[in-house]
């Protein structure tokens, strides 16, 4: 299947970026891994023209060189959705778009680079109630918004919202930082 853009993630992000392609006329997939699309944005998308994959997840890709081709879901094992540009919102993780063992922090659809502390002392704060350093990691961006994956910046794959690095949910300026990072993906893909 192709489109112009495939957003991974059904979030606000995701659908932001989705709604804003569709306003430029572009033939959008969304992948989000909720089990229904009663996300009152996933289904405004949905009735703009985008395809939405609900319930669905993102469990791969194919590169060629800097450039990501397609990319394969858990539910499309046979078909692959392949686009001219991708773009990863799929939250941070708390939205299981991050996940971490004992020594890192790893993107789980496409293996991003992810920017966080090496030492994992400093992951946390004792203080239950202070901010904790972990929900500022995430995904490396250039200043496109275009993502990192082995030290090198990808062509065509940006990422927007709380997956990326400095992005912490919980923060007052949350929402600004989200929809800055929305702004600047849609900006690179115009």
């Given amino acids: 299947m192709k489109f112009d853009v495939v957003v991974i993630g059904g979030g606000k992000a995701g659908a932001k970026v989705a709604a804003s392609m569709l306003e430029q006329g572009k033939k959008v997939a969304v992948v989000s891994s909720g089990l229904s699309i009663n996300n009152v944005s996933l289904k405004d998308i ?38 001219k540009a991708f773009v990863l919102a799929t939250g941070g993780f708390f939205s299981r778009g991050l ?14 680079d992810v920017e966080f502390a090496a030492d994992r002392e400093q992951w946390f704060d004792a203080d239950f109630s202070a901010p904790q350093p972990f929900l500022d990691f ?38 600004q930082r989200i929809a800055e990072s929305v702004e600047k993906v849609v900006n690179s893909l115009k």
């Fill in 138 to 175: 995430g995904v490396k961006v250039d200043q496109d918004g275009r993502a990192f994956k082995g030290g090198v910046v990808l062509e065509n794959v940006y990422a927007a919202g709380e997956v990326l690095s400095g992005v912490n949910s919980v923060c007052e300026d949350a929402e």
């Fill in 46 to 83: 949905e009735e703009k023209g985008a395809v939405v994959f609900a319930g669905d997840t993102v469990t791969g890709g194919s590169f060629e060189g800097s450039k990501l081709v397609n990319v394969s879901t858990q539910k499309l094992r046979e078909v692959s959705l392949e686009a």
């Fill in 99 to 112: 996940y971490a063992d004992m020594e890192k922090v790893y993107e789980r659809a496409l293996g991003l």
